[in-house]
């Protein structure tokens, strides 16, 4: 179970300067992206433990977390592999490199492999346009994808 508090304010209590958790409705999203960052995921309970603690009903929570495709309700692999898949990506061939992908780590979109180590997925655009077809892999934006680039890049995601 992650503390649900990622955003501290000072308040003045008894004449004491102390930090409390901030739950003003704008900390939201930081709270779920310091849970997600530390766990991977966001889970039922964490979802309920944070509505309680913000005084908002679950499903609130829950419709934040669908809504940014960066949260997630479910655990996925240490490495994430985000194949842009906007209209300038399919027309430079992004969808030979995503076929490139799930041929070499065995899996299909939206999919993790066997050893938790990287989760294939699509998503709309990653600002790369001039570079297609391009991907987010964890973090770091690649562009000219070729299909020895996709070895490369799962070489070294799997070291
Ligand atoms: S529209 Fe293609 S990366 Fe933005």
């Not at 209590?13 to 102390?18: F, I, R, Y």
């Not at 999203?29 to 310091?34: E, K």
């Not at 562009?143 to 070294?156: A, D, F, H, S, Y």
Request: glycine share 6%; aromatic share 6%.
């Amino acid at each position: 179970m992650v503390k649900q508090c990622a955003v501290n304010k000072k308040i003045t209590k008894q004449g004491k300067e102390v930090f409390v958790c901030d739950t003003t409705r704008s900390k939201l999203l930081p709270v779920l992206q310091s849970i997600q960052d530390k766990k991977g995921y966001i889970s039922d309970k964490d979802m309920q433990v944070t509505a309680d603690r913000f005084g908002i009903h679950p499903v609130e929570v829950y419709s934040v977390i669908t809504f940014y495709s960066f949260l997630t309700t479910k655990k996925k692999g240490k490495h994430i592999i985000r194949i842009s898949n906007c209209m300038p990506n399919i027309m430079a061939g992004s969808k030979r490199i995503e076929r490139e992908f799930e041929r070499s780590l065995r899996i299909n979109i939206g999919e993790t492999t066997k050893d938790n180590k990287i989760t294939l997925e699509e998503t709309g655009c990653v600002g790369l346009c001039d570079e297609a077809p391009s991907a987010l892999i964890d973090d770091e934006l690649v562009g000219n994808l070729t299909p020895k680039k996709v070895k490369e890049i799962i070489r070294n995601l799997k070291k």
